[in-house]
C-alpha cells in the first residue's frame, strides 16, 4: 500500500492518515527504512502484473537477514564457547528453527532484518574492550531500532553494562542517529502524519505495545503497569551476562504485550536464548530446554488462526501460506469447530509460559559468563570472498536459473486493487478480479457473497434470499467505521451493475448507499422500478423500468448532488453536497427488503483528497539521502572500531593484507 504512494511522489503517512479506511484497517505501521526493501518489490510485481512475484521479492532480503543472523550467531557462540561444534549447533538451531523459517521466507515478516541488526550489535559489544568503543554496535542497535521499536527495550541492559555514563550518553547518541536521520525528512515533511502512524494508532485508536491501558478499571491499570515495570527492572539490572539480561527483557517485553501471538514478536527471543542454551550450568536446568520450544503457541495460533476470513469465507492457517497453489478457501477454526473458542487457552499458555521461562532464566542467569574474545582483523572481506568464490558463482547461477523458470512455477494472482493518488485526487477501483474479497471491503449481512475473478467481466454477487438472511452488503471501511472515505465535497462514484432478483415477498431492494440517499430497486404495483430514495426530503424519485441487464449508475457530489444511470442524468439533488460512505447490496433489515445482485467494478474518485505535494524529488531524497548517510556512517565506523583495537605495526600490516586480497580477488573473479 504505502510503496503505490512512494512510487507515485507522495508521502504515505499523509494519504493514509487522510483516508478513514486506510487509516482504521491499519494494512502499514512501518518506519519509512523498510520502504528501500518494498517499493523494488513494489516496482517489480507492478511491472509483471503478478501479486506472487511482489511477495517473493519482498521475503529476499528476510531471508538473507536470517542467514547473517545465523552466521553472527556462530561468531557469538565461538566467543561464548570456544567450541566450534557448539557454535554450529547454535547457528543450527536458529536457522532451521521453524519459526524462523515460517517468519521470513513463508510469512514475510520484516523482523529478521531488526534482528540481524541487533544480534551483529551484541558481537561487537561484546568484542569491545573493556566497553571502550560501543559507537560501532550503538550505531547498529539504532539501525535496529530505525526497522522496528524492539530493540529500545533492550537498550537499558547494554547501558548498564556499559557502567560509566559518558559513556552510556554516547552509545545513546550513536543508538538514536540512524532512526533520527531516517525518520527525520517524513517528518520534517508532515509532524503529525509521521508521529501519528508510527506511535499511537492501530485497530483500537492505541499503540499495541501498551494494551495495558485499554483496561479501564484504573487499580488494576495501575497495578499491572507497576507489576510489569517491575520485571523491566529485574531484567535490565540482573547481575549476569548481557546476553541473559536481553532474554529478561524480551520475556518481561511479551509480558507487556500481554501474551500476543503474533509469531513475529516470539522470533525475537530465539537467537538470544538459543546462546544461554551454551553453557553447561544452563543446559543442566530443569525447564531451561524450554526456550527452544517457546516460540511453539504461537507458531500453533498461526497455522489456525492468521489469514483473512469474514461471515461467509475466508482462508487461514495451514491453507493461507500456500493459498496461491491449493485455491482452498478454508478457514481452519470453522472446520474443526473445537477450535473457535480457543484464543484465551493459548494466551493464558503463552503467560504462564513467559513467567516460568523469566523465572528460569533469572534463577540461572548468575552462571551465564562470557569468555573474552580473541582479537582478529575485520578487513578481510575479499580472503572471505575468495573462499567462497565457487558457492558465490553457483548461488548466481540458480538464481539467474530460478528468474527463468518463475514464470512456468509461480501461479499467476494480479495485484490488488490499491488507490491511485495524482495531484488532489484520489481514486480507488475495485473490479473484483482477485479470488479473495480486497480487504479495503467489509462484507455484512446475513446473506452471502461470491467472487468469480475469472469470469469475463469478472464480478460479485451480493444475495439476501430470504426474510431471515435479508442483509448482504459490502462497504469501505472497518467494522463499525462505515463511512470509509475523505469527506469530499467533489466525488464522482460510479458502478456497474446487474440486478438479479428480489428475495421472497420482498418490495424493496437497496442496490447502493451513499450520503444522503439510497438507489435500488422497488415493486410499485405492476411497475417495477430503479428508484433513487432522497434521504433528506424522504422522497422516492423513479428512475427507468426495472430490469436484469448490466447498467451504469453514477452519482456526482459537487455542491448539490447529481444522479446518472446509463449516462443519462436523472434527478438533482441540492442538499447534501458532501460524500464519504459508500455501500454496496442491501443494508436494510426490514422485511420488505432484500435481493440479489452482482456488480462488476467500482470507481470513486474524490477530487479534493489533501494528499499533500506531489514531489517524486522529495520523496526520492526522503528515502536515499538518509540510507546513502547511514551506510556512509556505517563504513566510517566499521573502519574505527577495527583500527582502535590494532597496534601501528598491525594497522600497516592489516592494510596491506586488505590491498593484496582485493587485488586476488579482482584477479580471479575476472578469470573465472
Not at 392 to 408: D, E, K, Q
Not at 414 to 429: A, G, N, Y
Not at 445 to 458: K, N, R, V
Request: net charge positive; aromatic share 18%.
Amino acid at each position: 500500500m504505502p510503496s503505490s504512494f512512494v512510487v507515485e511522489g507522495f508521502n504515505p503517512y499523509i494519504a493514509i492518515c487522510k483516508d478513514p479506511t486506510l487509516y482504521w484497517i491499519n494494512p502499514w505501521r512501518q518506519t519509512p527504512t523498510y520502504l528501500v526493501f518494498l517499493v523494488p518489490a513494489y516496482v517489480l510485481g507492478s511491472v509483471l502484473q503478478n501479486e506472487i512475484i511482489f511477495l517473493y521479492a519482498i521475503k529476499i532480503p528476510f531471508i538473507i537477514g536470517d542467514l547473517i543472523t545465523a552466521f553472527f550467531l556462530f561468531k557469538i557462540a565461538l566467543i561464548l564457547s570456544e567450541d566450534a561444534e557448539k557454535a554450529k549447533k547454535i547457528c543450527m538451531l536458529y536457522a532451521f528453527n521453524p519459526l524462523t523459517i515460517f517468519a521470513s521466507a513463508i510469512w514475510g515478516v520484516s523482523d529478521p532484518i531488526p534482528i540481524s541488526l541487533t544480534v551483529i550489535s551484541l558481537y561487537y559489544f561484546l568484542c569491545s574492550p573493556s566497553k571502550s568503543k560501543i559507537e560501532f554496535p550503538a550505531f547498529l542497535m539504532g539501525l535496529g531500532i530505525a526497522f522496528k521499536l524492539y530493540p529500545v527495550f533492550i537498550l537499558p541492559a547494554f547501558l548498564i553494562k556499559i557502567r560509566r555514563w559518558k559513556k552510556a550518553v554516547v552509545f545513546i547518541f550513536f543508538a538514536s542517529l540512524p532512526p533520527a536521520l531516517s525518520s527525520l525528512p517524513f517528518f520534517l515533511w508532515n509532524p503529525e502524519s509521521f508521529s501519528n502512524r508510527l506511535f499511537s494508532h492501530n485497530l483500537s485508536g492505541m499503540f499495541p505495545l501498551f494494551p495495558v491501558i485499554l483496561i479501564e478499571n484504573p487499580i488494576i491499570k495501575i497495578a499491572l503497569s507497576l507489576l510489569i515495570s517491575i520485571f523491566f527492572i529485574i531484567a535490565y539490572t540482573r547481575k549476569s551476562s548481557i546476553i541473559a539480561n536481553i532474554v529478561l527483557s524480551f520475556l518481561a517485553l511479551y509480558l507487556a504485550l500481554g501474551g500476543m501471538l503474533a509469531a513475529s514478536y516470539f522470533l525475537w527471543i530465539i537467537p538470544f536464548g538459543t546462546l544461554l542454551l551454551l553453557n553447561k550450568r544452563v543446559n543442566a536446568t530443569r525447564g531451561s530446554t524450554l526456550l527452544f520450544f517457546f516460540p511453539i503457541p504461537s507458531m500453533v495460533w498461526s497455522l489456525i488462526y492468521n489469514g483473512p476470513f469474514n461471515s461467509v469465507e475466508g482462508v487461514t492457517g495451514i491453507f493461507y501460506w500456500p493459498y496461491h497453489w491449493l485455491r482452498s478457501k478454508v478457514v481452519v477454526f470453522r472446520v474443526f469447530t473445537f477450535l473457535q473458542n480457543t484464543a484465551p487457552l493459548f494466551v493464558a499458555i503463552n503467560i504462564a509460559m513467559i513467567l516460568y521461562l523469566f523465572f528460569i532464566v533469572f534463577k540461572i542467569a548468575p552462571s551465564f559468563t562470557v569468555r573474552k574474545a580473541v582479537r582478529g582483523g575485520l578487513l578481510n572481506c575479499f580472503s572471505t570472498l575468495n573462499k567462497l568464490r565457487k558457492w558465490l558463482f553457483a548461488s548466481a547461477l540458480i538464481f539467474v536459473m530460478t528468474l527463468f523458470l518463475f514464470s512456468n512455477v509461480v501461479p499467476f494472482e494480479p495485484m490488488k486493487s490499491m488507490p491511485v493518488l495524482s495531484q488532489s485526487t484520489f481514486v480507488f477501483f475495485d473490479d473484483f478480479s482477485n479470488s479473495l474479497l480486497n480487504y479495503q471491503w467489509w462484507f455484512s449481512g446475513e446473506g452471502t457473497y461470491a467472487l468469480y475473478p475469472y469470469a469475463d467481466p469478472s464480478y460479485i454477487t451480493l444475495n439476501a434470499p430470504d426474510l431471515v438472511h435479508n442483509r448482504a452488503y459490502i462497504f469501505r471501511g472497518w467494522w463499525d467505521v462505515t463511512n470509509g472515505f475523505y469527506n469530499s465535497s467533489d466525488a464522482i462514484v460510479e458502478f456497474r451493475f446487474k440486478f438479479n432478483r428480489f428475495s421472497d415477498n420482498a418490495s424493496n431492494m437497496i442496490i447502493a448507499k451513499t450520503d444522503g440517499g439510497f438507489f435500488g430497486a422497488k415493486i410499485q404495483g405492476n411497475l417495477n422500478s430503479f428508484v433513487y430514495f432522497d434521504e433528506i426530503s424522504n422522497q422516492t424519485q423513479s428512475v427507468a423500468v426495472l430490469n436484469s441487464e448490466w447498467q451504469t449508475f453514477k452519482i456526482v457530489y459537487d455542491g448539490k448532488r447529481y444522479v446518472y444511470l446509463n449516462n443519462e442524468l436523472v434527478v438533482v439533488y441540492n442538499t447534501q453536497s458532501t460524500f464519504s460512505m459508500l455501500f454496496l447490496g442491501n443494508s436494510e433489515s426490514s422485511e420488505t427488503f432484500g435481493g440479489g445482485l452482482s456488480i462488476d467494478w467500482v470507481t470513486v474518485i474524490l477530487k479534493d483528497f489533501p494528499a499533500g505535494i506531489q514531489d517524486n524529488l522529495q520523496i526520492s531524497f526522503a528515502l536515499a539521502f538518509p540510507f546513502t548517510v547511514l551506510i556512509l556512517i556505517v563504513g566510517v565506523l566499521h573502519l574505527a572500531n577495527n583500527f582502535s583495537r590494532l597496534s601501528l605495526p598491525e594497522r600497516k600490516l592489516q592494510i596491506s593484507e586488505f590491498h593484496r586480497d582485493e587485488k586476488q580477488w579482482n584477479k580471479k573473479w575476472l578469470h573465472s
